[in-house]
């Protein structure tokens, strides 16, 4: 069991920068995947980006690649997300998830812990 909390969403004006950050507590987090994930109003969840236990390995979709970048801090038990040039698109409420799987997946069915999201909007 891991309880999963996120922070550092808010308003932003297109071409800005935000960085979110996913806390984590319970059982030993470098036994985890990490991801962020997104829902957009009237959307289905979409993935967004994972990254290796060891930090090795990422994985990003391809709208946010170059633009968005993951990382863990394995000491504080937290996963970020940079996010730069921002885009009214980017609009969501960003979801942190912890997966047990082997390598770094992309689908929402893989995670089995949730964080409760944290908003982000992107004005034009």
């Known amino acids: 069991q891991v309880q999963l909390v996120e922070s550092g969403g808010g308003l932003v004006q297109a071409g800005g920068s935000l960085r979110l950050a996913c806390a984590a507590s319970?059982?030993?987090?470098?036994?985890?995947?990490l991801g962020w994930f997104r829902q957009a109003p009237g959307k289905e969840r979409e993935f967004v980006t994972a990254?290796?236990?060891?930090?090795?390995?990422?994985n990003y979709a391809d709208s946010v690649k170059g633009r968005f970048t993951i990382s863990r801090d394995n000491a504080k038990n937290t996963v970020y997300l940079q996010m730069n040039s921002l885009k009214p698109e980017d609009t969501a409420v960003y979801f942190c998830a912890a997966s047990t799987s082997g390598p770094v997946v992309s689908t929402a069915a893989a995670y089995d812990w949730w964080g409760q999201g944290t908003q982000v909007i992107v004005s034009s």
């Open positions: 990254i290796s236990r060891n930090t090795k390995d990422t």
């Open positions: 319970g059982r030993t987090f470098t036994s985890y995947i």
